[in-house]
């Protein structure tokens, strides 16, 4: 097949902005009951009845949070769902709805916006949540996608950051730092095209971060795998800017401390050899890393036995009194303070 070299490129004052969202959404479908009205009105009805409401809201800033000259629209959109949903589901919450408000400049054609929202209905059937609104509009500087994603849960149900106490068990899911390595390796691959353009990457042996980085999905079976296992954790919240930052939110929010050990982070072998090759200590990835969206959670040592084994969950520590401090114990058992390196927005570039 002859690759179209001039594909068409539609401007999108052609659309206008009712009728460039009524395009871009024409094809997404209500599956949700608590879905009154979605798109089409002032603005969306819904009904949760008996259901608390959850509510959670991310912007993402081009050149800031994202990089177009590796990052496919597609999976933009994708990604922009599930860094919401993941929220939702780390207050132990079955998210239903989202809104997508979008900005962007004159030098993205329609065609490009329906490969971004092509990403968001893709997450939206597989998580099976609706498109119920949104908004768009013109920027000066690039694109500027805003996700609200909206969920529901019974009370007693639902895990806030706060909750745990001493002795109780620090568990995390999957494994860590393969977002930030896959990140690293397509940074380096950024650059050697800039030397040379006719370069193509081979990223087949990075595979496994590179979609970590650019195609994450949020843990929706964990809440459902502890469910079934009858576990209710005492607290919980989403690694989206590094383990230590998240594990000292859950000790600041309970007034107590803890104890993590090196030795049981989980760490995917592509990411030790990742880490080995751009000389990067693996343990600091896995801290300060971010951007892996599994959930960190503590349980009562009670549960234990309910957990004990299973491959989608590893125990990393356990909490403690709050004059104990936050604690990393080291493969050497050497005791150190855990400090915050996750990834901050305000960071200075220099």
């Known amino acids: 097949m ?15 902005e009712f009728g460039l969202i009524d395009h871009l959404t024409k094809n997404f479908s209500i599956t949700q009951k608590s879905t009154v009205k979605g798109i089409g009105d002032d603005a969306a009805v819904l009904n949760f009845e008996r259901q608390q409401t959850i509510l959670s809201t991310d912007l993402l800033v081009e050149g800031v949070h994202f990089d177009l000259s590796y990052m496919p629209l597609k999976h933009l959109g994708y990604k922009a769902v599930i860094v919401n949903l993941s929220d939702v589901y780390a207050m132990n919450a079955r998210p239903t709805q989202i809104t997508v408000s979008l900005a962007v400049s004159n030098r993205f054609p329609l065609e490009a916006l329906e490969e971004l929202y ?14 119920i609104g949104g908004d768009t509009t013109s920027s000066k500087t690039g694109m500027l996608l805003s996700i609200t994603a909206i969920g529901e849960a019974v009370e007693k149900d639902i895990v806030y950051r706060k909750g745990t106490k001493p ?11 393969g977002a930030y390595m896959g990140l690293q390796v397509l940074e380096r691959e950024k650059e050697v095209f800039k030397v040379n353009p006719n370069n193509q990457p081979d990223l087949e042996p990075y595979s496994y971060i590179v979609e970590r980085q650019l195609k994450p999905e949020a843990r929706k079976d964990i ?10 954790p005492t607290a919980m919240i989403d690694i989206s800017d590094g383990l230590s930052s998240e594990i000292l939110h859950l000790c600041k929010n309970s007034q107590i401390g803890c104890n ?7 760490l995917d072998p592509t990411v030790i050899s990742a880490c080995e090759e751009f000389k990067i200590d693996s343990t600091l990835v896995a801290l300060s890393g971010g951007e892996d969206y599994e959930l960190l959670f503590t349980i009562d040592q009670d549960d234990y036995d309910k957990i004990k084994g299973n491959p989608n969950l590893s125990v990393i520590g356990h909490m403690t009194d709050a004059n104990e401090g936050t604690n990393l114990i080291t ?6 303070p855990l400090t915050a390196q996750g990834w901050s927005s305000f960071r200075s570039s220099d």
């Open 260 to 266: 993590l050990f090196e030795d049981k982070i989980p």
């Open 223 to 232: 809440v459902e795998l502890l469910e079934k296992l009858e576990v209710h």
């Open 331 to 336: 493969r050497s058992d050497t005791k150190i």
């Open 167 to 177: 002795n109780d068990l620090l568990v995390v899911s999957g494994d860590l730092g």
């Open 118 to 131: 092509a990403g968001i209905q893709q997450a939206c059937k597989i998580y099976n949540v609706d498109l």
């Open 2 to 16: 002859i690759e179209d070299k001039d594909p068409q490129k539609t401007d999108l004052e052609k659309l206008g």
